[in-house]
C-alpha cells in the first residue's frame, strides 16, 4: 500500500510539473505575439517611435499574467 501511494503522489507531482511548463510556454508565446504585433503597428502606422510596440507589450504582460494565474488557481482548488 505505502508504495502505491508512492506512486500515487510522484503522478501527481509529474502532472503539476508539466502543467506549469506549459504555462509559462503559453505565457511566452502571448507576449511574443503581442510584442510582434505592436511593432507592426508601429510601421503600419508610420509611428517614428515605439509606442504601440510598448503598449502591447504591457498590454501581453498582463493578459499572460491573468491566464496563468487563472490556471494556478484550477491547479491548486
Known sequence: MAGNNKNQNRK???KQIAALSGIAFQMGITIYLFVIFGKWLDV???N???TFLIIFTLLGVGISL???L????K???
Open 75 to 77: 491547479l491548486n482548488p
Open 70 to 73: 487563472k490556471q494556478i488557481k
Open 66 to 68: 491573468y491566464a496563468v
Open 44 to 46: 503600419r502606422l508610420g
Open 12 to 14: 501527481e507531482q509529474l
Open 48 to 50: 517614428s517611435g515605439k
